[in-house]
């Protein structure tokens, strides 16, 4: 089943729902406001920003992806597929990320992936066609259905980022594991992804970026 994406209008309504059965929550929302919807356009240059972003902060992908755009001339499958390895490590990309984006953008072309079709595809499905993609892993897939695709109820649990905020904000003693953070995210559902806003609101309003 697929539900409504998130707009303005239910975030607000998620919010106010994540808050009222979270005391530790509500208190975030309360001293830093509500977070940004923080949506995406879906496509491919979308999911390369992703990619990017993996391990690193987001100020570093940024430049990475300035520095693909600029060798690519625009970041589009045929542009990127058209590029060597070795131009893509030129441009800044690791060997690995040069690979992945390089592996994204042939099977756009090939027609293996269809990102347009994945709108119309419930989370697990869309989920399943991209991780087939080597590069692609679960938190890769997830952050593109909380952000471009606008999922409700998606948990990428293997973000730092929400580890660190949850460990403060639930004020547990070590930053949890992923099956601790699922755990603490199920009682959030159907509202997960925007529990995840919340807790990123937080980690960046509190002067807590990643390095």
């Known amino acids: 089943m697929i539900v409504e994406p998130l707009s303005a209008i239910s975030l607000r309504v998620a919010v106010a729902e994540i808050g009222a059965r979270d005391a530790d929550m509500s208190a975030v929302v309360e001293r830093y406001g509500p977070p940004p919807l923080w949506a995406r356009r879906p496509g491919f240059s979308t999911l390369i920003r992703i990619i990017l972003e993996q391990q690193v902060s987001l100020r570093s992908a940024a430049a990475a992806y300035t520095r ?8 589009t499958p045929a542009r990127v597929a058209s590029i060597s390895e070795r131009e893509l490590r030129a441009a800044g990309l690791t060997r690995q990320k ?3 984006c390089r592996g994204l953008a042939s099977a756009v072309v090939a027609g293996g992936l269809d990102l347009g079709r994945l709108d119309g595809l419930p989370d697990d499905e869309v989920r399943s066609a991209l991780v087939e993609l080597p590069g692609i892993g679960l938190w890769t897939a997830d ?3 909380l952000m471009a695709l606008r999922r409700p109820d998606v948990w990428p649990s293997g973000d730092l980022a929400l580890a660190r905020a949850l460990q403060r904000v639930k004020r547990l003693r070590r930053a949890p594991g992923e099956d601790r953070m699922a755990g603490i995210a199920r009682t959030w559902a159907p509202w997960r992804a925007v529990a995840a806003r919340v807790l990123w609101h937080f980690y960046l309003s509190s002067g807590r970026r990643t390095a």
């Open 68 to 75: 693909l755009q600029a060798a690519a001339g625009r970041v």
């Open 98 to 100: 040069a690979a992945y």
């Open 143 to 145: 952050i593109y259905l």
